[in-house]
């Protein structure tokens, strides 16, 4: 079964300081990744996908995330962390599932941020 | 206004009475979802609907019901809610039938069962 694991739950990270949030997944087949962030009180936004080609892919907000299909895994990075940064973040995979698209998501990391 | 809109925001309900979610998106996606959101195990999708009159059952369906009779609105109704539904729920739309196509989410409706 397609599953996504986060293994941080809880990342604090200083403004300025680089960012990499963990992402490991299972699935079967070539799998297309996700990455939202949650702001507090709001719904879910898209940050990046990644599908086939290039395993760095690029996203709003100055992220990037890279594939390696060896180790299952889809981390997402940021250079230089900014106060607003501070959200949760989940990971997804697709799978197909009937007729359809689902997401099965990860049960995030929440980021705080220091000034 | 356009994009994908939830009702109520807020909504707080006894055990064992009958609560409706609704969502309403302007954009004609074909696709529509709904999640519940709890600490621990992120979003579980709960129905989805690929089309007017087509649902089908997601990962934890039990006690929940959905309609879809127009393209635009997908209610969750809780037919008699129990404390263990209390919950943040977030609808979803989605355009095209690939799992590559992104997901527009609500902002959610905070339910709370006393």
């Known amino acids: 079964a397609q599953s996504v694991t986060q293994p941080d739950i809880h990342i604090t990270v200083s403004e300025g300081a680089s960012l990499e949030l963990r992402c490991n997944y299972s699935?079967?087949?070539?799998?297309?990744l996700f990455w939202y962030v949650q702001s507090p009180g709001q719904g879910l936004q898209l940050l990046l996908k990644?599908?086939?080609?290039?395993?760095l892919v690029q996203g709003i907000k100055g992220f990037e995330a890279e594939f390696k299909r060896s180790q299952s895994s889809f981390n997402l990075r940021k250079p230089s962390v900014h106060w607003s940064d501070a959200a949760e973040y989940f990971c997804?995979?697709?799978?197909?599932?009937?007729?359809?698209?689902?997401?099965?998501f990860g049960t995030g990391t929440l980021l705080a941020v220091q000034p | 206004d356009a994009g994908i809109t939830q009702s109520p925001r807020y909504k707080i309900t006894e055990t064992g009475r009958q609560v409706t979610l609704m969502c309403h998106q302007t954009?004609?996606?074909?696709?529509m979802f709904w999640y519940r959101q709890d600490l621990g195990h992120g979003l579980r999708l709960i129905y989805y609907?690929?089309?007017?009159?087509?649902?089908d059952k997601g990962e934890v369906p039990d006690g929940y019901v959905v309609s879809r009779s127009k393209t635009e609105n997908f209610p969750l109704t809780l037919e008699s809610a129990t404390r263990s539904q209390t919950s943040v729920y977030f609808c979803?739309?989605?355009?095209?039938?690939?799992?590559?196509?992104?997901?527009?989410f609500g902002p959610g409706t905070r339910l709370t069962v006393l």
């Open positions: 990644y599908f086939s080609g290039d395993t």
């Open positions: 609907s690929a089309a007017a009159d087509i649902t």
């Open positions: 699935y079967g087949a070539t799998p297309y």
């Open positions: 979803a739309s989605s355009d095209g039938t690939g799992i590559y196509n992104e997901q527009f």
């Open positions: 997804a995979v697709g799978a197909r599932g009937g007729a359809t698209n689902k997401l099965i």
């Open positions: 954009w004609s996606h074909s696709y």
